[in-house]
């Protein structure tokens, strides 16, 4: 790739958003160049749908299918149309100035005209490590109760829900309509959450709270069997049996890289237009749950994806800059699992 070359759009994530937006502008003969990232603790290349063992209820899929093989499908699909794939994650970004200018990790800095930055959220979690094995290995614990509650595997069970805001009332009452019993456990005597939904779910017959109480461990070895519980107040630690974990304390967008040059929500997520992904910046469009506090589902994250490749495509063509080049073979070229090598 020479110096001199300016993308005509990059995109930054390897998620559901990431991957739909590298579609687009791949048929769009945009050329995408897309920024996967790299393994980082229990962050994953792919997003939380790397977590996810089996998904349900993305169109398309009668039988269930893998989160990891529904992303690889999707980049092979983006690969397939003539997106380039770096394996790397950003360091930094330099929007101040056109063309904008991305630092990855360790290959040389590129420039680019447009910018979509589809880097989700991580889910926050408890931090036990016996809770983050299962979590990889579809062993009962999870992070979202829409995307997995629904699953047989949860069907006529104690299911414990580990939060108490909102998030945490909506997985809760999700759960019901599943679980033969729902605990909530909550380290405070209060729910952060809204009054009208702690309201609601203190009145169901299904749920029941643990009050001043945190999860110290989870038990099991291929599946959850319970978790250990410690009293706040009192020390006292007793288990309880459970078979299913959804730990719903909050997310953390992906968005430390940005260096503060977005306007974000006070959540910290990417401010965009409404029913638009333009941020602030012109030229510069987020998708995804990097955008998104509400839904946080693999179908609108790809939505957002199309709209953004499209409102990019859209701003290429409205400054008279048209489709990529066709790139040098000897500066650039893509191995079968769509990695870009610098020659």
């Given at each position: 790739m020479s110096e001199s070359h300016t993308e005509h759009v990059i995109i930054i994530g390897s998620g559901p958003a990431a991957w739909t937006a590298a579609i687009y502008a791949a048929r769009a003969n945009l050329?995408?160049?897309?920024?996967?990232?790299?393994?980082?603790g229990t962050e994953l290349p792919g997003g939380q749908l790397m977590l996810t063992t089996d998904i349900e209820n993305f169109p398309g899929f009668p039988?269930?299918?893998?989160g990891p093989e529904l992303m690889e499908r999707m980049k092979a699909q983006a690969v397939h149309h003539g997106a380039r794939v770096v394996s790397e994650l950003v360091r930094t970004v330099d929007f101040s100035q056109r063309p904008f200018t991305i630092v990855?990790?360790?290959?040389?800095?590129?420039?680019?005209?447009?910018?979509?930055?589809a880097t989700g959220a991580a889910a926050k979690w408890i931090g036990l490590e016996n809770e983050l094995r299962?979590?990889?290995?579809?062993?009962?614990?999870?992070?979202?109760?829409?995307?997995?509650?629904?699953?047989?595997?949860?069907?006529?069970?104690?299911?414990?829900?580990?939060?108490?805001?909102?998030?945490?009332?909506e997985e809760a009452m999700y759960l019901t309509k599943f679980a033969s019993e729902v605990v909530i456990i909550h380290r405070r005597d209060s729910f952060r959450a809204s009054k009208v939904m702690a309201n609601r779910v203190?009145?169901?017959?299904?749920?029941?709270?643990?009050?001043?109480a945190r999860v110290t461990d989870v038990l099991g070895d291929d599946f959850i069997t319970g978790v250990r519980l410690e009293d706040s107040v009192t020390g006292d630690v007793h288990e309880l049996e459970a078979g299913g974990l959804f730990v719903a304390i909050g997310h953390t967008p992906n968005t430390k890289f940005l260096g503060g040059q977005l306007e974000t929500t006070e959540h910290g997520y990417i401010k965009v237009a409404s029913w638009r992904t333009a941020t602030n910046i012109d030229g510069v469009f987020a998708a995804g749950d990097v955008i998104d506090d509400y839904y946080r589902q693999a179908i609108t994250s790809a939505g957002t994806g199309c709209m953004a490749?499209?409102?990019?495509?859209?701003?290429?063509?409205?400054?008279g800059i048209g489709e990529s080049p066709v790139l040098d073979t000897a500066e650039t070229t893509v191995g079968t699992a769509g990695t870009v090598s610098h020659h």
């Amino acid at each position: 790739m020479s110096e001199s070359h300016t993308e005509h759009v990059i995109i930054i994530g390897s998620g559901p958003a990431a991957w739909t937006a590298a579609i687009y502008a791949a048929r769009a003969n945009l050329m995408p160049l897309v920024f996967e990232g790299e393994p980082v603790g229990t962050e994953l290349p792919g997003g939380q749908l790397m977590l996810t063992t089996d998904i349900e209820n993305f169109p398309g899929f009668p039988e269930p299918i893998s989160g990891p093989e529904l992303m690889e499908r999707m980049k092979a699909q983006a690969v397939h149309h003539g997106a380039r794939v770096v394996s790397e994650l950003v360091r930094t970004v330099d929007f101040s100035q056109r063309p904008f200018t991305i630092v990855p990790n360790y290959a040389a800095p590129v420039t680019a005209h447009t910018v979509i930055i589809a880097t989700g959220a991580a889910a926050k979690w408890i931090g036990l490590e016996n809770e983050l094995r299962l979590a990889q290995a579809g062993g009962g614990v999870s992070a979202c109760a829409v995307c997995d509650g629904a699953m047989p595997f949860y069907r006529n069970k104690r299911l414990i829900v580990v939060g108490g805001g909102d998030t945490a009332m909506e997985e809760a009452m999700y759960l019901t309509k599943f679980a033969s019993e729902v605990v909530i456990i909550h380290r405070r005597d209060s729910f952060r959450a809204s009054k009208v939904m702690a309201n609601r779910v203190l009145a169901h017959p299904k749920v029941r709270v643990v009050w001043n109480a945190r999860v110290t461990d989870v038990l099991g070895d291929d599946f959850i069997t319970g978790v250990r519980l410690e009293d706040s107040v009192t020390g006292d630690v007793h288990e309880l049996e459970a078979g299913g974990l959804f730990v719903a304390i909050g997310h953390t967008p992906n968005t430390k890289f940005l260096g503060g040059q977005l306007e974000t929500t006070e959540h910290g997520y990417i401010k965009v237009a409404s029913w638009r992904t333009a941020t602030n910046i012109d030229g510069v469009f987020a998708a995804g749950d990097v955008i998104d506090d509400y839904y946080r589902q693999a179908i609108t994250s790809a939505g957002t994806g199309c709209m953004a490749a499209l409102e990019a495509e859209r701003w290429l063509a409205h400054h008279g800059i048209g489709e990529s080049p066709v790139l040098d073979t000897a500066e650039t070229t893509v191995g079968t699992a769509g990695t870009v090598s610098h020659h």
